[in-house]
């Protein structure tokens, strides 16, 4: 079955700064990734994806970037804020309703 | 904007009692998931269900575990006898074409 890799579990950044975080997964299957945020005691909240049809996608301060050759996607949130501060989980799926396989998660604080 | 719903937030059980958790998916959604998330880990699939029927479970997902439509808006995962390690929070989620939206989950405590 598919396993995603998530790096690094924890990252500190000063507010203004740049985040990366980064995923592998293990099955060439795989075709849709998302990433979801999650806030202390709070639901995972989608917050960008990206199919395997392209290598690149944005929105706002957000943007994903998919290697599939390497199999690995990574998210970069740009101008932090400190309501970026979360736990940040990338997934991966064969696309068709299948399930989510979840990365370990990255805990992001922002530094004021 | 519609969102998935679930009840309990919080549900204590002791041991080897049965459980019902309960989700309102969002009404034009045809997948449905359990997942659940041991505190400080990650998500894990437990089911998929589409059509009135399981399409996919994991290991976790044994014997104990059964999950019901029992009409047109509730999905519901029932533990048979619950475990200690039963304890996590349990996220449904469901999606209506690749985008998968999760409840706010229920907290199972098992004492």
């Given at each position: 079955g598919e396993n995603v890799e998530q790096h690094p579990s924890t990252l500190s950044v000063q507010e203004g700064d740049s985040a990366v975080i980064k995923c592998t997964y293990s099955d060439s299957a795989s075709n849709y990734?998302?990433?979801?945020?999650?806030?202390?005691g709070k639901r995972p909240q989608l917050i960008i994806d990206i199919r395997s049809n392209v290598g690149e996608k944005k929105d706002q301060r957000i943007a994903v970037t998919l290697n599939k050759t390497a199999k690995h996607f990574s998210l970069h949130i740009t101008e932090t804020?400190?309501?970026?501060?979360?736990?940040?989980f990338c997934a991966a799926t064969n696309f068709g309703n299948e399930k989510l396989t979840f990365g370990t998660g990255t805990r992001l604080t922002i530094i004021p | 904007e519609p969102e998935v719903t679930q009840t309990p937030?919080?549900?204590?059980?002791?041991?080897?009692?049965?459980?019902?958790l309960r989700c309102v998916p969002i009404s034009n959604h045809l997948y449905f998931y359990w997942y659940r998330q041991i505190l400080g880990q990650k998500v894990e699939f437990l089911v998929s269900f589409y059509n009135n029927e399981i399409s996919e479970k994991s290991e976790i997902f044994d014997d104990q575990f059964s999950v019901e439509r029992p009409d047109g808006s509730n999905f519901t995962l029932k533990?048979?006898?619950?475990?200690?390690?039963?304890?996590?929070?349990?996220?449904?989620?469901?999606?209506g074409d690749s985008e998968q939206y999760f409840g706010p989950g229920t907290r199972l405590t098992v004492t």
């Open positions: 990734f998302p990433w979801y945020k999650q806030e202390l804020q400190p309501e970026d501060s979360a736990v940040y | 937030s919080h549900q204590v059980t002791q041991m080897g009692q049965e459980v019902i533990i048979r006898s619950t475990k200690l390690e039963d304890s996590a929070m349990y996220f449904c989620a469901s999606s």
